[in-house]
């Protein structure tokens, strides 16, 4: 063959390589598996992170179907400012760290999205993050209002023809989200605010001859007193403290509520008193109101125990003692309940493997199927029918009197502070991991909020 036509032949065979190399790519390209947004909303937990590992370690077990798994640093102010975490580039072990270490480990926010109608430019944005970062899956981790953006991301990526699939991570101290049984978070700090209640009693019960005859420990509960109910588990058929409980979903009668002190003093020597913090006056009025609102436009609270105390000492004359749990009663990782984690990171874990199998709109919920033994599986429940819902405590969880709790709610309540989840220790201090949070290079344009 001449050299003329031995060349010719070469560069064909260089440019059918070069084509099929191309088209490699492309079909490479194509098949590459969508990315996922996962972010923390609202006030942490002691287990939040239990469910970001679940969440995290799921995802990586479905690689040919969920690329990287990217974080919003600050919830979901970080998919509007385009503030994205790369959790690849984090250690299986930073990762598998995560269920029991407390707080949000990617940063949390309240900020919340307004309706569609009166904001579209932020959904809008959402999108436009979404499509430049090639994501396919929201994770958003959080209560009521996480779950009504949720909601909102689910119906606005459609209309926009940007099918994402948005999957809610149930998430609250407050125990307050309709559907499922409880809330990963609450039983942590159920078991925390139980435990605390009977020491306190211990130490009070001890000083009461000559020194302190009452203590107040201020609990959180805007609406729902699921966690001043935990107080009560405090008490036991074997070790019996006089305890009197302040719910919000029960009116505040000064003259009844100081009555029952005085009565509980003088029977027993000393009694302790777990105050919600919202806790009301009958026309409304919260005895915590600051006058200030936060992010989410609620009341701002807190100072319940101080109200209370000062209506002890100046009208009872009793010295007492008083507490504010505040951020000590959701941080407490190192008296978490196992069964807590366990929940929290199966409500991680569902999310994903609801989202893969092509749900939308849902969010996994923790359905008991037996008491006694406690048993429970992972349900499914529609975000339009958990978005903004609250869940209050039942009648038939108060005794009649409106200051303890029954045999009833004690039955639910038992099971979910049971079992002991100890982080790693080191030199008496729990060793909790920080992560790298290695931002993702951004691609569009800055956005103000």
Known sequence: MPKKAKKKVAKKKTAKKKVAKRSSATRA??????????????????????????????ARKNKTKI???????????????????????????????????????FGSCRYKLKSLEDNRREYERLIEVFKAHNIGYFFYNGGGDSADTCLKVSQLSESMGYPIKAVHVPKTVDND????DNCPGFGSVAKYIAVSTREASFDVASMAKTSTKVFIVEVMGRHAGWIAAAGGLASTDDTPIPTIILFPEVEFDQAKFLARVDQMVKKHGYCTVVVS??????????????????????????????????????????????????YLQRAARHIASKTDVDMAYAMGKAAVQYALKGHNSVMPTVVRTSNKPFKWKVGMAPLNKVANVEKMMPTDFITPDGYGITKKCRTYLEPLIKGEDYPPYKNGMPQYVRLKNAAVPKKLKKFEL
């Open 67 to 105: 690329g990287k798994v990217y974080a919003g640093r600050n919830g979901i102010i970080g998919a509007l400012t385009e503030d994205l975490i790369d959790t690849s580039k984090e250690s299986a072990g930073a990762i598998k760290a995560l269920r029991h270490t407390p707080s949000g480990a």
């Open 277 to 326: 913090e919202g806790v009301h006056w009958p026309d409304g009025r919260f005895l915590a109101d600051t006058g200030l609102k936060d992010a989410f436009g609620h009341a701002q609270l807190g100072g319940a125990a101080t109200v209370i105390a000062g209506m002890i000492q100046n009208e009872l004359k009793l010295k007492n003692h008083w507490a504010v749990a505040d």
């Open 29 to 58: 390209k194509k098949a590459q598996p969508m990315n996922a947004f996962y972010a923390q909303s609202g006030g942490v937990t002691a287990v939040i992170n239990a469910s970001a590992a679940g969440v995290i370690e799921t």
């Open 177 to 180: 989200l309709p559907i499922t």
